[in-house]
C-alpha cells in the first residue's frame, strides 16, 4: 500500500521525506529511526490520510467551515475562545471510523509484544502537516499527551490530538497567515514512554548567541514538559563541539518536576529537597548527549533542536524529538553584540531592574506591562513590554504584539524564548533564578529598557533618540551570513505583510509572489463589492493600498511581485456581505476565478479597486518596484481583455512596470508564444499546473499519490514555456516548495534555464546555497561534458 494511504505507518517506514504524510514530527522521528544511531523510543504514527478520512467520514469539514464562518474576528479573544471550543467539542463527539480504531489498536498491541508488555505506556503526539504550513512555526500549536495506557485509551488520546487542530492558538495562527483551516492535516506520533527521572533540551547552536562553536544542554528533573514550557529555570551548558569540554555550567534551583504516575497520567511533584541545587547531568552524561547532537547536526546537515530524557529504570539517554533549528541562519550576530557592547558601556551607573538569561538578543525600550495572571491578558496593548511570570502557546497572539518579554521562569528553550526568537524580539527569562523576579522588579506602566543580549532589564528609556524607532527590533532578524551570489534570482513568496520587515533582511532577490488575498483577509474582512454598494470603495483601496505599501518599503528596490485577487467563489462569499454577489459553484476551484472575473461586468468596478491601489503606491507613495501578475488566465483572449482593462485605467506595461502571467493552465503553455505578446514574463504555478496536467485532483486524498510536480508530463511543459518566452525574451520563475523538498528537481530547473525561483521565507538561504552549488557544478560538467542530465528528455 502506499504511504498516503495507509492509515499508520511504523518509525522504520517513515523518512524525513513524509512529512506530507505524517507531519514534520513524525517524519523526523522516523528519519532518525531508520537513518541514524541513535537511540529513537519505538513506535508508529498515523497519518494525513486517516485524519482526513475521520474528518471526511464524520462529516466535520462541513460542521467545522459553519463555525468559522462565524469567527468575526479573532483578536476577539471570548469569540475566538468559543468557537474554537465548539469545534473541538464536535470533533469530540464523533465516533473513531471502526478501521481507523482497529489498526491503532492493533498497532499498540504490536507495539507492546515487541517491548515485552502486555499494555505498555506511551506517549501520543501531535504532528501537523499541511501545504505551507509548517509543523514548528509557533511551539505549542497542538496537544501533546504523555503516560498514556491502554489500546482505547490510546485512540480516545488520538482523537483528542486531532481535536487539538483547532485550539485557539492554533486558529489564531492560521488566521493571522492566511492558511485555510481545512487544509491542515494531523498525524498522530504513539511511541513508546521514557520514564524520565530527568529530560531537557539541546541545541547545536547557542540560541542566545547565534555562537555554533557549542553546544547548549538544558536540563531539570522529571519529564522534559516544564523545560519546554518554562516551568522551571533548567541547568544549562555550554559544550565545545570540537572538543567535547564543558565551557560554562549553570546550576539552578529547581524546586518542582512533572512526572509520571504508576498508573497513568503525569502530575506536578516537589523536587527532593538534596535535588534542588544539585547538578542534573554528570559530565559523562553531558559529553553522551553532545555526541548525539552533533551526529544528528552531521545527519540533517543544519542547526537542530532536539529534545532528550533519562529512563529511570536502565539510565539510558533516549532522544525524543529532533527538527531542524532555522532562526539563527538569518541573524546578524555583529550587528546584536555591537549594539548591547555600546548600551552596556553607556549604562553601567544606571539602574538595573532585574537580570535573568538572554534567551532572543535585542535591545528595546518601551512601557512595561506586568501580567501575573491569564485573565488580565486583555488589558495588553500593541508595543508594549509583556512582563510575566511565565507565557504558554495560548499567549501567542498577545506576544505578537509585544515590542519585548521578560519572564521570571523558563529557560533558553522554554516557550517565551522559542517563540521570541520566531518574532524577532528581545527576550529575557529565568529573571527569578537570577535574583529578583521580573514581576516584583519592575513596576506596571513604567518605562523600561531591555538589553536581551546581556540579559538586563535597566529603568528608563536608555536609547539613544535616533535609534528608538520600529526598526530596533528588526535587529535581531538582520542577516548574519555571506550568501553566494547566483545567476538564478532567488525570490520569497510572502502572504502577511506585517511580516515584510521581519524578512526583509533575507537574502532574496525581491518577492516573487505576494498574494493579495492576505491583505483582503488581514485588512479587510469584506466582500468588494459590498464596500462599493455601501459608499466605501476608497477605503478598499487605501486598506490594499497600505499591506502593498508595507511589503514595497521593506523591500526597498527590490522588486515585488503583486498577484492580482484569486479568490474562489466559495471565498469571496466567506467575506461579509459575500452572499449576494457569489454563485454557488460545484466546482469553485474550476470555476469563476481569476482573469474571468477582472472583465466580467459583474465584477470589473471590483478589480478596479485593486488597479487604483496599485496606481496609488506606484504613484503617490513612489515605490516603483511594484509588479503584478495575472492568475488563472485561461485563453490568450482573456489575457488581451485584462491587459488593456488595466491600460484604459492608467496601469500599462512599461520599462519600470512588468506584468506577469501565472502559468498554472495547460494552455499557458501550449499557446505561450501568443501569451508572450500580453506579458512581461511566467511565474509557474506548480500545485494547478500539475493538478491540470496529470487531471489529478491535488484535494482528492484517493489519488493524491499520483500528484508530482517531476512527473516526466509537468517537466516537459516546464521545458517548453522556458524555451518559448526566452524566444521572445521573457523571463520564467517558478513559485512553490518543490524545489525546496525536491533537489533532483531543483537541478532540473536550473538545467532548463529557468531565470528566478520564488520560496518560502524559511527556505531562501538554504536555495540560494543549494542553487549556487547547482549552477556551479552545471558549469564544471558542461566544461567536461559530463553532465548528468539529458537534455532531449524534456523536449516536446
Avoid at 499541511?130 to 500549536?141: C, I, K, R, T, V
Avoid at 559529553?287 to 552533533?294: D, F, G, P, R, V
Avoid at 519600470?656 to 502571467?661: G, I, N, R, S, Y
Wanted: negative net charge; hydrophobic residues 40%; glycine residues 6%.
Amino acid at each position: 500500500m502506499e504511504k498516503k494511504n495507509a492509515l499508520l505507518l511504523w518509525f522504520e517506514t517513515i523518512n524525513r521525506n513524509d512529512v506530507d504524510v505524517v507531519g514534520g514530527k513524525s517524519a523526523s522521528l522516523g528519519e532518525m529511526t531508520s537513518q541514524t544511531a541513535v537511540p529513537v523510543p519505538y513506535g508508529f504514527a498515523t497519518t494525513a490520510y486517516a485524519y482526513r478520512y475521520f474528518m471526511k467520514k464524520s462529516g466535520l469539514n462541513k460542521k467545522i467551515s459553519e463555525l468559522l464562518n462565524q469567527l468575526t474576528d479573532v483578536e476577539n479573544g471570548p469569540q475566538l475562545r468559543q468557537i474554537s471550543q465548539k469545534i473541538r467539542t464536535a470533533i469530540m463527539a464523533e465516533e473513531m471510523p471502526a478501521d481507523i480504531a482497529e489498526a491503532i489498536r492493533n498497532a499498540y498491541h504490536d507495539l507492546g509484544e515487541k517491548k515485552g508488555e502486555t499494555t505498555p505506556f506511551v506517549a501520543v503526539r501531535s504532528s501537523a502537516t499541511a501545504e505551507d504550513l509548517p509543523d514548528a512555526s509557533f511551539a505549542g500549536q497542538q496537544e501533546t499527551y504523555l503516560n498514556v495506557c491502554g489500546a482505547e485509551d490510546v485512540i480516545t488520546k488520538v482523537k483528542e490530538c486531532y481535536a487539538s487542530t483547532f485550539t485557539d492558538r492554533a486558529v489564531y495562527y492560521r488566521t493571522k497567515q492566511g492558511f485555510d483551516h481545512l487544509d491542515v492535516a494531523l498525524s498522530a506520533v504513539i511511541q513508546m514512554m521514557v520514564f524520565s527521572k530527568a529530560a531537557g533540551v539541546m541545541f547545536t547552536v547557542n540560541v542566545a548567541t547565534g555562537d555554533d562553536t557549542h553546544i547548549l544542554i538544558e536540563a531539570a528533573w522529571g519529564l522534559g514538559e516544564y523545560v519546554v514550557q518554562g516551568m522551571v529555570t533548567p541547568d544549562s551548558y555550554l559544550i565545545d563541539k570540537k572538543t567535547l569540554r564543558i565551557d560554562k555550567h549553570t546550576i539552578n534551583e529547581k524546586k518542582i518536576q512533572f512526572v509520571r504516575m504508576p498508573d497513568g497520567g503525569c502530575e506536578e511533584k516537589l523536587v527532593p529537597t538534596d535535588l534542588i541545587d544539585a547538578a542534573v547531568l554528570t559530565p559523562k552524561q553531558v559529553c553522551e548527549l553532545a555526541e548525539y547532537a552533533l551526529s544528528i547536526e552531521k545527519h540533517y546537515g543544519c542547526y537542530m533542536d532536539i529534545e532528550w530524557g533519562i529512563d529511570e529504570r536502565t539510565n539510558q539517554l533516549w532522544i525524543l524529538q529532533a527538527r531542524p533549528e532555522t532562526v539563527w541562519s538569518w541573524r546578524n550576530k555583529e550587528t546584536i553584540q555591537k549594539t548591547a557592547k555600546e548600551l552596556e558601556s553607556n549604562n553601567k551607573k544606571r539602574e538595573v531592574l532585574v537580570k535573568g538569561m538572554p534567551a532572543s538578543p535585542g535591545l528595546i525600550s518601551g512601557i512595561a506591562r506586568v501580567i501575573c495572571n491569564p485573565s488580565m491578558i486583555d488589558q495588553f496593548k500593541d508595543g508594549e513590554i509583556l512582563v510575566t511570570e511565565m507565557t504558554a502557546p495560548d499567549w501567542v497572539p498577545v506576544m505578537k504584539k509585544a515590542k519585548a518579554i521578560v519572564t521570571d521562569a523558563g529557560g533558553m528553550t522554554c516557550h517565551a524564548s522559542i517563540v521570541s526568537r520566531e518574532l524577532g524580539i528581545p527576550c529575557v527569562v529565568g529573571t527569578k533564578s537570577c535574583g529578583i523576579a521580573g514581576t516584583l522588579g519592575i513596576k506596571n506602566n513604567t518605562v523600561i529598557t531591555v538589553d536581551a543580549a546581556h540579559g538586563i532589564v535597566y529603568a528608563g528609556n536608555l536609547i539613544k533618540p535616533d535609534e528608538q524607532n520600529e526598526k530596533t527590533v528588526q535587529q535581531n532578524v538582520t542577516q548574519s551570513e555571506t550568501f553566494p551570489v547566483t545567476g538564478t534570482k532567488i525570490y520569497m513568496n510572502l502572504g502577511d505583510p506585517d511580516l515584510a520587515e521581519k524578512y526583509s533582511t533575507l537574502p532574496c532577490d525581491g518577492i516573487g509572489l505576494m498574494r493579495e488575498e492576505f491583505i483582503w483577509t488581514t485588512y479587510i474582512h469584506e466582500h468588494p463589492l459590498y464596500m462599493i454598494e455601501d459608499g466605501r470603495a476608497q477605503e478598499a483601496i487605501d486598506k490594499l493600498a497600505e499591506g502593498m505599501q508595507k511589503v514595497c518599503q521593506a523591500m526597498s528596490l527590490r522588486p515585488v511581485t503583486l498577484r492580482f485577487s484569486d479568490f474562489k467563489s466559495s471565498e469571496y462569499r466567506d467575506l461579509k456581505g459575500g452572499d449576494k454577489y457569489e454563485p454557488h459553484e460545484p466546482s469553485a476551484l474550476l470555476g469563476w476565478r481569476g482573469a474571468s472575473r477582472y472583465y466580467d461586468p459583474k465584477y470589473t468596478e471590483a478589480f478596479k479597486l485593486e488597479i487604483k491601489a496599485i496606481k496609488k503606491v506606484r504613484e503617490e507613495y513612489g515605490l516603483t518596484n511594484l509588479h503584478v501578475m495575472i492568475p488563472f488566465c485561461r485563453s490568450v483572449e482573456e489575457a488581451r481583455k485584462v491587459t488593456a482593462l488595466m491600460a484604459a485605467e492608467g496601469l500599462q506595461r512599461g520599462p519600470d512596470f512588468k506584468v506577469w502571467l501565472m502559468a498554472e493552465i495547460p494552455a499557458n503553455i501550449i499557446l505561450a508564444d501568443q501569451f508572450n505578446q500580453f506579458v512581461d514574463g511566467y511565474s509557474i504555478g506548480s500545485n494547478d499546473l500539475t493538478m491540470l496536467i496529470l487531471g489529478c485532483d491535488r484535494d482528492n486524498d484517493t489519488i493524491s499519490h499520483l500528484f508530482d510536480e517531476r512527473n516526466l508530463a509537468v517537466k516537459r511543459a516546464i521545458r517548453h514555456l522556458i524555451d518559448t518566452a526566452h524566444k521572445d525574451g521573457k523571463t520564467v520563475s517558478l513559485c512553490g516548495q518543490a524545489p525546496s523538498v525536491y533537489p533532483d528537481f531543483t537541478e532540473f530547473l536550473i538545467h532548463s534555464g529557468i531565470d528566478s525561483i520564488s520560496v518560502n521565507p524559511d527556505m531562501v538561504g538554504q536555495t540560494k546555497k543549494n542553487v549556487a552549488q547547482l549552477e556551479q557544478r552545471i558549469m564544471l560538467e558542461s566544461l567536461t561534458g559530463r553532465g548528468r542530465i539529458d537534455k532531449e528528455d524534456y523536449t516536446w
